[in-house]
């Protein structure tokens, strides 16, 4: 008798699992910017507000390189400045997360990504390259371009 109760629980159990609906879950970030599925779509239309307001979503989600997709695809199809300095950043973050360092296909390509920024004047990739410059971090140390792109993110940012 008891086998019989386990097993008809059992039956109850499958049954009412499989006769829910599942429903879709729409993720909403925590400061009410639009769904992520939705700012998606829009970037890939070429919005930049969408783009902007990805990373907001992207931060709080806890997932933020998951921007990377979205700034290569903005970099290359729209040519819009603060991606190309994104994909920068993204790479570097991803390829020094738990202490290793950027290879060196990727620190090309970052660099790559990062130059064509500052070439479209994005503030935060003068400052940027003016430190690596400085450093002689992923570039030779240059203290002449250092200063120059320094000069220049003054002029044209304020910074």
Do not use: W
């Amino acid at each position: 008798m008891k086998q019989f109760l386990m097993y008809f629980i059992g039956v109850i159990i499958t049954i009412s699992l499989f006769s829910c609906k599942q429903k879709s879950v729409e993720v909403t970030p925590m400061n009410n910017t639009r769904p992520i599925e939705e700012l998606r779509q829009l970037v890939l239309k070429g919005d930049t507000v969408a783009y902007n307001e990805l990373e907001i979503a992207y931060i709080e989600s806890g997932h933020s390189e998951e921007k990377l997709v979205y700034a290569i695809f903005m970099a290359n199809r729209y040519n819009y400045p603060p991606a190309y300095f994104d994909v920068y950043h993204y790479l570097r973050i991803v390829s020094e997360s738990y202490g290793r360092t950027m290879d060196e296909k990727t620190k090309e390509m970052a660099i790559r990504y990062l130059k064509k920024a500052v070439e479209l004047k994005n503030c935060g990739a003068l400052g940027e390259l003016s430190i690596l410059y400085e450093k002689g971090e992923y570039v030779a140390k240059d203290t002449v371009m250092s200063k120059k792109l320094a000069e220049e993110s003054k002029k044209l940012c304020g910074f």
